[in-house]
Structure formats: C-alpha cells, structure tokens
C-alpha cells in the first residue's frame, strides 16, 4: 500500500480545538514535523480538513 508522507508548516496557535483534535490524530505537535501514514481515505480526509495547516512531502 503506498505511504503519504505530511509535514506540519503551519503553527497550531490560532485553529480551532476541532483541527487541533485532527492534528492531533495524525501526531503533529510541532511545526516542521513529519509523519508518514498508509494511504487511506480518512487518512486523506483527515488532511483535507487541515489541509491550509500541512503540506504533503515528496
């Protein structure tokens, strides 16, 4: 199964507890911190609720 790989560029300050709850799902606490996941629908659905906070890394 193939792997996506998210980076955390934005800072949590300022986004509402439900993103930080999302964020939070997906283990980023740090700015610049990279996690990589199975691609998965909610995966993906996870990171386009959040989607103005992370970016996907090749």
Not at 21 to 46: H, M, N, W, Y
């Amino acid at each position: 199964m193939a792997e996506i790989t998210v980076k955390l560029v934005r800072s949590r300050i300022g986004t509402t507890p439900a993103q930080r709850k999302l964020l939070d799902s997906l283990g980023l606490k740090r700015r610049e911190q990279v996690k990589s996941f199975k691609d998965t629908p909610a995966i993906r659905g996870i990171i386009a609720k959040v989607s103005h906070l992370v970016a996907l890394v090749d």
